[in-house]
């Protein structure tokens, strides 16, 4: 256990990130699926929509430092790719 004032709110404001981070990337996690979701159901017009919600979000926690931004990069890339891919 922290035992100086300085240590306790350090690990304070550590938790508050902790969960506040957990949050926003199930959040990520959520978007990501919905664009997967409408690929594997063969939906262009909903992984079209559902991609162009997600974009932001990436974009935002690549910035934030919640996720590296190569990964972001990644993922969009992989997303438009099945996309643009389908029928």
């Not at 100086?4 to 938790?15: D, G, H, I, L, N």
């Not at 079209?48 to 430092?65: M, N």
Request: no cysteine; charged share 35%; proline share 1%.
């Amino acid at each position: 256990m922290a035992n100086s004032v300085q240590a306790r709110k350090r690990a304070r404001q550590a938790e508050d990130h902790r969960q506040r981070n957990a949050a926003q990337r199930s959040t990520l996690r959520t978007f990501i699926k919905k664009v997967i979701k409408a690929i594997r159901l063969e939906d262009k017009e909903a992984a079209t929509q559902a991609y162009k919600d997600a974009v932001p979000r990436i974009d935002r926690a690549a910035r934030k430092g919640l996720i590296h931004a190569n990964k972001a990069a990644r993922h969009k890339s992989r997303l438009n790719a099945h996309i643009k891919a389908m029928a």
